[in-house]
Each structure stands twice: as C-alpha cells, then as structure tokens.
C-alpha cells in the first residue's frame, strides 16, 4: 500500500528515519510517498501546507507524520490545526499507558484520551476588536460534539473499555460546554453497557495526578483534550514515549505529539519512540495488528535491557536505539 509521509522538521528527519528502519524489519511493505510540511514546504512551494500534500493524503487516506514547527506569536498558522481542518479530522486519539522499562511516576496507567479535533478555542478564531483588546471565539456545535462521541463509545465497546468520564467545565460556560455535556450523556444512551460519568476540568486534572487509576477513557472538547492528553503523557514518561492520531470518517494521520525540538536537532540524540508509537497506532488501523504486536514487545524487551535514549535516562542514539529495536525482531 502507499502511504504518505511528511518527516517533518527539527528532530522530525532523524525519529522518522529510526521509525521506517523499525518498520522495515518488521516486514512492512509500503510505498512512502514523501511530502514536506511547515517550513520546509514554505521554503519550496510559498505555503506550509502544500494542496499537492492534502491530496496525496486524500488518496492514500493514511499519513504518517513527524512533528512541525509551529512559529510562537506569529508566522504561519499550525500544521497541526490545519491538516485536521483540510481533512476533518475530528477526533484526537492519544492512548496513554505505563511502559515497562520508561521511568514514570506510576505504574499503573491505562488512559485513553479522545479529544474533539476541529472547534473550540483551538480553531484559533480571533481578532481584535479595538487596541489592546483581542477576542476570541469558543465555538462548540452539536454535531461535532455528538460526533467525536459516538467515536469515544464505539472506541470503548471494540476496546472493551468499561468507563468514558467528559471533562468540561459546564458550572462556569453553561451554553458551550454544557451543550458538549448534553450531547455526550445523549449518545451514551445508545451504549447502555458502558458507563458514563463526567468532572470538571479543574478537578479532573487534579485526579488525574492523585490517582490516574481511577479514570478508563477520557473525552473532552479541543483545548482542554489539548492541555489534558498533554499531563497525562507526564504521568508515564513524557511525550517522548505517547503516540497520537487524528482521525476522520475515513483518513487517519498518525503523528508524535511531541514538538520539533530544534535545540537537539541533527544531534542523534532524539528519542523515536513517539513517533514508533503512533506508526503502530497506524499498523492496527490498517489491519496488521500482530506486526504492531511485535514491534510493542521488542520495544519493551529493549527498554527493560536498559537500551533507551537520553531522556529516559540512558545513553543510546536515536539509531543506536532503533537498531536494538530491529535487532529483536
């Protein structure tokens, strides 16, 4: 099959080379059709989202993607935001769990995080109004929130899933984020075998850090799924080590949700896990679970040898770790 690829930048070339050389060894047979993003793409083609990149993933309906700079205060508007507007991508998939052999504060971490992709204050709908005053728009529609929920509950049933909790915060925006709460508890009434319960943001996070046992799978609208999905990868090792898809009716683009970290990039030190992760994401979405199989075990089985990146504590390179990987397979 054909697959689109866009490395990235920063780290984004050297994690996806270790990835494709894990992949490879695994037995994947796939066609990479390569396309730049962000930077790069501006450089070439004056737009950081080529239409030739859009289309690609149009066609082949799955994307593997390494991560992209986006500029802070300025520059052009994310990558990230405008793939999953281009292609409705609607729902944030980041499964979230206690790896053996990465150092975490827990070891019994078992989340998945669903996070609506395309609205809320993430669209980054704003303007100024006058000097000095900036506006910005929180938009929540019924049919996105009805939506990414039937994703959550049938996600739930085909993962055996027992628990959705809906984090929002409906006791202060009684309209947007109660209408999000009304359409979760609606769609739940169509999968009577799994409970629902929900908790506000602020004391959702805080659970989360006390006891990340309690919760089973989480939903949440755009900018809180953000800000959340990000603490609880703190809870198992970092975003090094937690994959990502964004998610449609029918394309997946599957992507570390780490940033590009210029300051280590070209220095062999990056850590591809992230990206590994979400390749398996990818692997399982396009039927071939008993290689994402192998590839999860080896990995473990080299991060348990004590084979691990710099910021998991070890010393191996970023392909000195990838080999490892393919040499247990």
């Known amino acids: 099959m054909t697959i689109t690829l866009i490395e990235g930048d920063g780290i984004g070339p050297e994690v996806t080379r270790a990835v494709l050389a894990v992949l490879e060894a695994a037995g994947l047979h796939a066609e990479w059709e390569r396309h730049a993003a962000g930077e790069?793409?501006?450089?070439?083609?004056?737009t950081p989202l080529p239409p030739e990149l859009i289309e690609s993933i149009r066609r082949n309906k799955v994307a593997l993607k390494g991560p992209v700079t986006?500029?802070?205060?300025?520059?052009?508007?994310?990558v990230n935001?405008?793939?999953?507007?281009?292609?409705?991508?609607?729902?944030?998939?980041r499964p979230v769990w206690s790896i053996?052999?990465?150092?975490?504060?827990?070891?019994?971490v078992d989340i998945v995080v669903v996070r609506e992709n395309t609205e809320d204050l993430y669209a980054g709908l704003e303007h100024e109004?006058?000097?000095?005053?900036?506006?910005?728009?929180?938009?929540?529609?019924?049919?996105?929130?009805?939506?990414?929920?039937?994703?959550a509950f049938e996600y739930a049933r085909a993962q055996n899933r027992k628990r959705i909790t809906a984090v929002h915060k409906a006791n202060i925006m009684k309209m947007s984020d109660g209408l999000f709460l009304r359409c979760v508890r609606a769609v739940a009434a169509d999968y009577p075998d799994i409970a629902v319960d929900d908790r506000i943001v602020d004391n959702a996070c805080m659970q989360l850090v006390l006891n990340p046992?309690?919760?089973?799978?989480?939903?949440?609208p755009n900018l809180y799924g953000d800000i959340v999905s990000d603490l609880c990868a703190g809870?198992?090792?970092?975003?090094?080590?937690?994959?990502?898809?964004?998610?449609?009716?029918?394309?997946?683009?599957?992507?570390?949700?780490?940033?590009?970290?210029?300051?280590i990039a070209g220095k062999g030190v990056a850590n591809p896990t992230a990206l590994l992760f979400s390749a398996l994401l990818m692997l399982r979405h396009i039927g071939e679970g008993?290689?994402?199989?192998?590839?999860?075990?080896a990995v473990v089985a080299t991060l348990s040898a004590g084979v691990r990146t710099r910021d998991l504590g070890g010393t191996a390179s970023t392909m000195e770790y990838a080999e490892a990987i393919c040499r247990r397979l």
């Open 70 to 78: 986006t500029p802070v205060g300025g520059g052009f508007t994310s």
């Open 290 to 297: 008993a290689m994402a199989d192998r590839i999860m075990a």
């Open 129 to 151: 109004v006058v000097p000095g005053v900036i506006e910005s728009l929180k938009i929540i529609t019924e049919n996105a929130s009805r939506r990414v929920s039937r994703f």
């Open 213 to 220: 046992a309690q919760f089973d799978m989480l939903l949440l």
């Open 235 to 263: 809870l198992v090792g970092g975003l090094g080590v937690v994959p990502g898809a964004n998610l449609g009716d029918d394309i997946g683009v599957f992507e570390a949700v780490h940033g590009s970290a210029p300051d």
């Open 40 to 46: 790069p793409a501006l450089q070439r083609s004056n």
């Open 81 to 93: 935001v405008g793939l999953r507007k281009a292609l409705d991508l609607y729902v944030n998939l």
């Open 100 to 108: 053996p052999g990465v150092p975490g504060r827990y070891t019994d």
